[in-house]
């Protein structure tokens, strides 16, 4: 028995542009601030600061009682804006308006009717602040692709001149349909379906996917169940969805948009039944038979069943008689599912057993070159590669390899595959291996110099780094850039020996820097801006003999408010026997809120 869901996003354009520009709320009962569409005037001259010295807000601050005020004088105006741009009562500073708990628990995946009705037009208003649609060019006119539910109580319609919905709406948020990019959030969805949910999966554009479930809904605790958990997955990315599912397709396509409930299924047979009042688009029917229809005054599904089928054909054409059968069952139709991507792989069934380092060495060449030809074939370059040897006993020996570029070298991958034979146990004997590339990335040809010099070009590291990382280990390897920050310890990171490093600062620092500053003792100076003259440091006691500094370095106040008033100041310094350190004192000297003038070792020249 074949059961057939429709999944429909009726928002998708809008949504998916809100979830990638992150103006999404989150979730149900999930902490979210709107930002308010009313504030009151800028005071230009303020006057003398009422912030207190350690950035923190004085409760009774002469701002707040400024702006407090200028939102009671302005309360008037507020009157007078549409209804979609007046702020709340709590925006005014109406403190009786009631607000949800902040940390409310999360809707479950389970529980609640299946049929549940849509959320009714006010749910969408802490997630819409103005009313916003997309536009599309069509012709030699812009017209309103998609619009969210707040233009929608406005009046807007798809379909609609931009310069009309502009005129309707004056506080309108226009921007530009994509939809190659919904198509292909489409098909990332169909391709999520298949590894988690069902194995046969397609996108349905505008707006839609078909899941095929027959043998499968079990699997996750009956229809009803998996409805609401796929609902609560897509709330939850910031999608309003809803879902049907019938023993046709059509049905399930025109029940998951023209139904109004969130879940709708039907048992086996009710098809014609379920769809009758349903209006004619319902049936997927090309606008000149929509156009025919209303000619003819038919309006409903159920309009179209008593009429013979050859008049039918011959008014509203043939594929509105197919839409019909397939939405009742009498005539099939198919669903392509999408195929997720086939990792290139390479085989060979040995006819003997083969136990020997030398015999297997030949067996993984082979493989390789075989492997190679498949990658050309489909300019893809490897990046990971699994080798996996079946040994007669039934057991299985696998040995994989990662390359820090994409790479179908077949000389390196040999060289980096014999340096992992020696982990191959090959037990009675190894009767097949397999050679799979997981991980693949498009590798093109690269154009050459006119003159095919070498001279200005800088080697490729790639196979150096493989073949390292291959003995030492993947992360044993890296390479040091620099990062915006004047705080020593945050002004490098580590990254991939292949990525290019950025530049360093000008002034000079410590070839090793420790990993945390380390506390001296015994120290002797002169405040408050010369090194010191001796300190001991690791159980040893060091004079110094010459000095530089001090570099003043201020703590990354917008991190952390410990750091407000932090201030280190670095000297470098020389010691009897030639020792040079880096070291650093707390505090300004002067001010007691900068640090506790306690001297620390950072790091050490040559």
Not at 577 to 593: K, L, N, Q, S, T
Request: charged share 25%.
């Amino acid at each position: 028995m074949q059961r057939v869901a429709s999944l429909c996003l009726p928002q998708l354009a809008i949504e998916r542009l809100r979830r990638s520009q992150r103006l999404v709320a989150p979730p149900e009962g999930s902490l979210f601030s709107l930002a308010p569409r009313f504030q009151p005037a800028i005071d230009d001259a303020p006057g003398a600061c009422s912030v207190p010295r350690g950035g923190c807000w004085r409760p009774g601050a002469r701002w707040a009682r400024d702006g407090a005020s200028s939102l009671r004088h302005s309360a008037a105006g507020v009157q007078t804006l549409p209804a979609h741009q007046q702020p709340t009562m709590r925006e005014m500073g109406r403190r009786s308006e009631a607000a949800e708990h902040p940390f409310k628990a999360m809707e479950p995946d389970e529980g609640g009717p299946a049929g549940g009705m849509l959320p009714a037009a006010p749910s969408w208003g802490s997630r819409w602040s103005r009313p916003t649609i997309l536009i599309a060019r069509i012709g030699q006119r812009d017209v309103v692709a998609s619009a969210c539910p707040v233009a929608l109580d406005l009046g807007l319609r798809p379909g609609m001149a931009a310069a009309h919905a502009r005129a309707l709406v004056t506080d309108l948020d226009v921007q530009d349909a994509e939809p190659e990019k919904d198509e292909a959030f489409l098909a990332r969805l169909a391709l999520h379906a298949v590894a988690r949910w069902t194995p046969t999966a397609s996108p349905a554009p505008p707006d839609g996917l078909w899941l095929d479930l027959s043998g499968t809904t079990h699997l996750f605790g009956g229809e009803a169940r998996f409805c609401r958990r796929l609902l609560t997955f897509l709330r939850r990315l910031g999608f309003t969805a809803t879902i049907a599912i019938s023993g046709t397709a059509g049905a399930a396509h025109a029940l998951a948009r023209y139904s109004r409930k969130a879940i709708t299924i039907l048992s086996p047979g009710a098809e014609a039944e379920a769809i009758a009042d349903l209006p004619l688009a319902a049936l997927r029917l090309t606008p000149e038979a929509l156009t025919a229809a209303s000619r003819f005054g038919l309006e409903r599904v159920a309009d179209l069943y008593p009429m013979p089928r050859g008049p039918l054909a011959k008014r509203l054409g043939l594929q509105t008689v197919e839409r019909l059968d397939q939405a009742r069952g009498s005539l099939a139709e198919p669903i392509t599912p999408v195929i997720p991507f086939e990792a290139p792989i390479a085989g060979r069934r040995l006819l003997e057993p083969i136990g020997t380092a030398e015999s297997i060495a030949q067996v993984i060449g082979d493989l390789v070159d075989d492997l190679v030809d498949t990658l050309q074939a489909r300019g893809l370059g490897l990046r990971t590669g699994i080798l996996t040897c079946l040994v007669v006993d039934g057991g299985e020996q696998r040995i994989a390899i990662g390359t820090a570029r994409a790479t179908r070298n077949a000389r390196h991958l040999k060289r980096m595959l014999a340096m992992r034979v020696e982990r191959i146990d090959p037990g009675l004997g190894i009767e097949a291996m397999t050679l799979a590339a997981p991980r693949v990335e498009p590798l093109a040809p690269e154009a050459l110099d006119a003159g095919f010099a070498m001279e200005g070009h800088a080697r490729d590291l790639a196979s150096l780094v493989d073949q390292l990382g291959g003995r030492v280990g993947e992360h044993a390897l890296f390479r040091l850039t620099a990062v915006e920050s004047d705080v020593p310890e945050r002004g490098f990171c580590r990254v991939d020996p292949l990525a290019a490093p950025g530049g360093w600062p000008a002034w000079k620092r410590p070839a090793r820097l420790l990993r945390r500053p380390e506390m001296l003792s015994n120290v002797v100076a002169l405040l408050p801006d010369h090194p010191p003259r001796r300190f001991s440091w690791r159980g040893s006691a060091y004079t110094v003999v010459a000095g530089d500094g001090p570099e003043r370095i201020h703590g990354e106040w917008w991190r952390s408010a410990r750091e407000m008033w932090a201030v280190r100041d670095y000297f470098g310094v020389e010691t009897e026997g030639g020792y040079r350190f880096w070291i650093f004192r707390r505090g300004d000297g002067v001010e007691a809120p900068t640090g506790d003038l306690s001297w620390y070792m950072h790091g050490l020249f040559g």
